[in-house]
């Protein structure tokens, strides 16, 4: 968990199904968006690089018409819930390293990897086993949340937390996680070797419910941002919940319409 949805959680220690659900809320509809911009033909082999859950596993098996699915995580956890989750016997998921891919030389057409580069140790290089994997000519993509910009969620969380404590500035993820920008996502995958590199944003709605809708992810789970909050003690929670919330664009009924925002990349393999 990193506050939200397909924010990913690296460590499925505590309540699989909860993660699933956190994971779909948000990520089936950039998995859509993706999915459309790549056009790729019906009738191809996929592969999804830390699947996960196999939120874009499924997403690729509705709105794709794929020939077949192998989706890949380090985590034993998360592809047994995969496994248990996507029921489609066009679809296999296994446990792999993204930066040593256990799949032959350009086997599939289409090489794709949702909300997970950027937890990577060395993202070139799991960039680089993914166009390993695609076909002369396949496509190679991938999507990261935009965490210093129009990650809305998590930028009243850090924004707030910061103003309150120094501490906070070094967690948040916009710093951490430098490839969740288009420049340096596009000068990766042209690193790598790719051809006719692309970048653009995704942007989709995250409408909360109320404030209790927004804020009660932050506590429990893994990640920085609720790990941060359980370091806190009760007062200081209080005063950033408070500070959170009147920074928040709460409209008459008491929702809170947010915009969350992810870059994808994506190039071909020569």
Known sequence: FQAEDGIR????????????????????LVAREFLNWLNVPAESHWLDVGCGTGVLSQ?????????SVKGVDRSEGFV?????QVQDERAHFEVGDAQSLPVETGMVHAVVSGLMLNFVPQPDRAVTEMMRAAKPGSVVAAYVWDYAGKMQMM???W?????????????DEGRRFPICQPDPLSELFESAGLRHVEVR?????????DFDDYWIPFLGGQGSAPGYVQSLSDEQQAALRERI???????????IPLVARAWAARGFRQ
Not at 159 to 168: F, M, P, Q, S, V
Not at 201 to 209: E, G, K
């Open 245 to 255: 919330r009147a920074g928040l664009p709460f409209a008459l009924d008491g929702s």
């Open 201 to 209: 944003p995704i942007d989709i709605a995250t409408d909360f419910q």
């Open 80 to 84: 047994a819930l995969a496994r248990e």
């Open 155 to 157: 930028r009243h969380f």
């Open 9 to 28: 959680d690296r460590s499925p220690s505590r309540g699989l199904g909860d993660v699933y659900k956190r994971q779909g809320r948000w990520s089936r």
């Open 159 to 171: 924004n707030a937390a910061a103003a309150l404590d120094t501490t906070a500035y070094n967690l």
């Open 59 to 67: 997403t690729i098996l509705d709105s794709a018409a794929p020939s």
